[in-house]
């Protein structure tokens, strides 16, 4: 082997990590290109938050012509025919990817790290309004030598300065030259109590639980609830959140029991508003909290209650960031008086009492179809600029 | 002191050569190289030391990285077919093992100088691969990545579409011509009618293509619209594509073969102390360990069958010299020694037919083989997650045929085209009767042909119900 074409070998070395960067680079912009349809990608949402999540990436396979149908594939052990050895789907693990080996392809699945992602979708959502007047609260001091001043004790004397001072006055009498050191010359430098400000930001989840609020409904409160949290915790330093159910009755739960839930019985928003209220105050003022308030819910409010809901609305809004008010309603759902048909379906009472409010940190929004998902993070969190 | 474990080393490795050589192979020189894990995992990732870049090899690589097995030998083991072969060592392995897999490469290096059908392999691949590799960075440099990119995944698409009876190097098809052709008339023709004229002119090379083309990207580098650099880049892919398809088809019969080999050398090796003995069997085992429930080993399949073989050809003999002795009388003449038949298998066969003739009965029930595959519905529907897997067969043609169909046609669709006419150009699906097409990749893959022809592809192939239907694409523009 001429030794030349060795070294040319080895200067060809690295490709490999180049290629395998160009390669992230292509998963990055197909997730990007595709972000629309993966914001509510249940492999994404179910996730337990751990650091990388497989994403089924159906935009990066590489074409070719190939079988619809599974192949036959070669086992070895014990076993009758007809006997199940496992499912499709469950990502057995290849061996070294011999044809006809595994049952059936799999779609590509990228992995990527939360915060990648999260990332992405914030560029993509541009939260602005997050940086309006963020309240701050005091975490810790520091002592910072910052500041120079004319007067201060000589240890602390800022020799450089000094120079630059004398400096300047004597060019100002026409002779740029550091001579006769004056006391007007000396500067000293001084500290600062500096306070590091971190924001913290409270995130309250009201969901109705009754009846009629399925899983999939639920599903879309959930998806939400998921891409809220991460994106405050990109932005701010400590989120806490706090779940409230509610159907007649509102209470505190815990989160893995939050979207488990559900009762029967009507419908009163006002419980759900007014627990929030107290809660709020006592554990999350507004001196040193952001809160964020979102309520899910799918149907009429008892009629009698749209008048409380609204004066405790107004007064949430005072004491939060932004209520957001989000009703689910499916094209094809049947009203409580009957089939409502293929129309857009009539805003519920409660919707058009808030509405009545006008503040522009009360945001209300109706989703018609999980799809919608990433249009309603926008009108939450951009409402200026939000696709309408 | 290190130079001198060093030398030992490679003294070791010298003794193998020669019992090698002793014990009948026949083998290209092998250079060696120690190198540490991540140039093993490049070269595994792109096949040979130095290849165009392209994502999906950084794809592959990626993924080695993270999760680190490299194959099912746990001893990691690279060869290239090339006149020096050029094997790697991997740095971190302790000496037997890259003792073991010194053995073992020599077997692959006898296999790829001897098998037939690699007789017409590029045996200057890794030089060729550089220039290859070379002149599409220029032309990354001069168009930019992502254009190239683009035709290289068109190319990856098409370049399993092979015709290897006819090979690399293809003249064009014949240029239409007249010709002139004599015609002989028959015997008492002149008494009916007119006369036909004694000369008549013909038109050849009329239709193109005039046979069923299969090598797709040579019928596009040849009659496309593309330009220079386009069409360079695309018979690169194609060439690297029939280089490594010999490897495609004799991938069980070489591990086997190798697998073979190292046991036996290692069997013979005088210099080997016992607390190594012990440390290769260990190793040895874990290479020709039968593997997963849903995966077999071919090192294990092929290594099996080999001394089944051998075995047996052993018993022909011995039965024949024993009835020779008696005098008794014979069924033919006398068989090979089983050694001698397994040089001659290695030497005319492919995985096709080494599982068709030489995967027995017995071997399917001792090494408990089985055919399995999803409970699906419609053949042509794509099995959905949580479909149950179950076992098919354990009978001999169920086995032979689910480890043979995957080696079809290099493991795709046998694709030709028909018909280049004015309003397009026309492909066949020629196994649709038995197999049935993925329709997303199937458009996909049809609208990066028309992406290079500049006119509608269409493919005939069969709809779901088993009717003759066509699918088409558009160039977009």
Known sequence: ?388 | MATTAEERFRDRMAEIEALAAAQGLDFFPINFETVPEDMMTEVASYGLPTRARHWSYGKVYGHQRLYGKMGLSKIYEIIINNDPSMAFLLDTNPEIANLLVTAHVYGHSDFFKNNLLFEPTDRNMINNATSHAIRIDGYIERYGLETVEHLMDIGFALDRHIDPHLGTQRAPYPERRIVEKEYTPRAYEDLFDKPKPSVQYVVEGEKIPPHPEYDLLWFLITYGKLEPWQKDVLSIQREESYYFFPQFMTKIMNEGWASYWHAELFHLWEHVSPEEQIEFARLHAGVVNPGARFSLNPYYLGFKIFHDIEKRWDEKRKLWLERDKKGEKQDGPMPITGREKIFEVRKTDDDISFINNYLTFDLVRDLELFSFAPKQQGKSKPVPDNTPIVITSRELEAVKQALVTPRYNYGVPRIAIRDMLQSGLYLEHIDRDTTFLDRAYATNTLNYIAELWKNPVSILTKDEQGNDCSLTAKPSS
């Open chain 1, 1 to 388: 082997m001429p030794k030349q074409s060795m070294d040319q070998a080895w200067d060809m070395r690295g490709r490999g990590l180049k290629d395998s960067l160009r390669h992230d680079q292509r998963v990055k912009e197909a997730i990007k290109k595709n972000l629309r349809e993966l914001i509510g990608e249940e492999a994404i949402i179910t996730s337990d938050g751990t650091k990388r999540i497989k994403i089924p990436l159906r935009y990066l396979d590489q074409y070719r012509f190939k079988y619809g149908q599974p192949q036959q594939g070669i086992g070895q052990g014990q076993g009758q025919p007809g006997d199940v050895l496992g499912n499709t789907g469950q990502g057995n693990t290849s061996g070294d990817g011999q044809p006809g080996d595994q049952p059936g392809e799999h779609t590509y699945e990228a992995e990527v790290p939360l915060e990648d992602l999260v990332e992405m979708m914030l560029k993509d959502l541009a939260l602005p309004w997050l940086e309006e007047k963020p309240m701050r609260h005091v975490i810790a001091e520091h002592l910072r030598f910052k500041d120079i001043r004319r007067k201060g004790a000589i240890s602390r004397l800022a020799k450089k300065r000094t120079l630059l001072e004398n400096l300047k006055r004597n060019a100002a009498r026409g002779d740029a030259h550091v001579r006769d050191l004056h006391d007007d010359d000396l500067r000293f430098y001084t500290w600062d109590i500096e306070q590091e400000l971190h924001s913290n930001a409270a995130v309250y989840m009201l969901m109705d639980v009754s009846g009629s609020m399925t899983t999939s409904k639920k599903y879309i409160a959930k998806s939400f609830f998921f891409w809220m949290v991460r994106f405050l915790q990109a932005k701010y330093k400590n989120v806490d959140t706090v779940f409230i159910a509610h159907d007649t009755e509102a209470h505190i739960v815990e989160e893995k029991d939050f979207f488990g839930l559900s009762q029967g019985g009507g419908t009163r928003c006002s419980s759900a508003y007014k627990l929030a209220l107290d809660n709020i105050r006592t554990h999350h003022p507004k001196s040193a909290w952001n809160t964020y308030v979102f309520h899910f819910s799918d149907g009429d409010n008892l009629p009698n209650d749209n008048n409380i809901c609204k004066n405790l609305a107004q007064e949430l809004l005072e004491e939060c960031q932004m209520l957001g008010y989000g009703e689910i309603k499916y094209r094809d759902d049947a009203s409580f008086y009957g089939w409502v048909g293929q129309g857009a379906s009539a805003m519920s009472s409660l919707q058009s009492y808030l509405n009545q409010i006008g503040n522009k940190r009360l945001i209300v929004v109706t989703i018609t179809h999980k799809e919608e998902l990433m249009q309603v993070l926008q009108k939450f969190l951009q409402p200026q600029t939000a696709v309408p």
